[in-house]
């Protein structure tokens, strides 16, 4: 057993600690290797608990954040998915092992090629990218059964909210209050949507347009 297979073991069985239970879950960790969307400079730190820097000023989520909006998400195998906010690709990949097909956006066009590097390296056939501006989604290709949101939306991104489809679920995290976060649920109802509130957090913001010269 090698010490990347010992770090993920207990990976996993930390997560089982803390309640995620969702077995397809925590198989497509155990299954994606976080290394290869980790800096080289970190690769240490590859499986701890904790978030860690990636190009552009982003970061990458410590893994019981990435299990705990993939569990509340509750991806089903044949869903269409749509994520806001690719980053190093990690949430895209963890996603590609549990639905049909990833739709991934993302304003920095180094993370994009990065990310897609990484889909390719790793034969990652059903994730689709695109350069854009993320609280737009990506309405060619709604509805989606599911949406996330890596990163802080200032209030409940509404072009996002009518780009799912009835019965939808999105996992976003927004700013409640001033310096509050939280990560929030929302259901498309037949006329409505129900909100339910999971827990505190802190995400970088999710912010307007594309970036220019990155």
Not at 14 to 36: C, H, K, M, Q, S
Not at 57 to 74: E, N, W, Y
Not at 101 to 128: C, D, H, M
Not at 193 to 199: A, C, H, K, P, T
Request: glycine fraction near 8%; aromatic fraction near 6%; charge should be positive.
């Amino acid at each position: 057993m090698t010490a990347t297979d010992q770090q993920k073991i207990e990976l996993i069985m930390g997560l089982r600690a803390r309640g995620i239970r969702d077995t397809r879950v925590l198989a497509a960790i155990e299954t994606v290797p976080r290394e290869v969307f980790v800096p080289d400079a970190f690769q240490d730190l590859a499986y701890a608990e904790q978030a860690l820097p990636i190009e552009c000023g982003q970061t990458l989520s410590q893994p019981f954040i990435v299990a705990f909006m993939t569990d509340r998400l509750k991806v089903g195998d044949r869903m269409k998915v749509l994520e806001v906010g690719t980053g190093s690709g990690y949430q895209s990949a963890i996603l590609a092992q549990l639905c049909r097909r990833v739709y991934t956006i993302e304003r920095y066009r180094t993370l994009v090629k990065s990310a897609e590097q990484r889909f390719t390296r790793l034969r990652l056939a059903n994730i689709t990218t695109l350069l854009g501006d993320g609280n737009k989604g990506w309405p060619k290709q709604a509805p989606f059964e599911r949406i996330i949101v890596t990163a802080a939306a200032p209030q409940l991104p509404r072009q996002l909210i009518e780009q799912l489809a009835v019965g939808g679920i999105l996992i976003c995290p927004v700013e409640v209050s001033p310096g509050k976060q939280e990560i929030l649920r929302i259901t498309r109802t037949q006329d409505d949507f129900d909100r339910e509130s999971l827990m505190p957090v802190r995400f970088v913001p999710l912010v307007e347009g594309i970036a220019r010269g990155m």
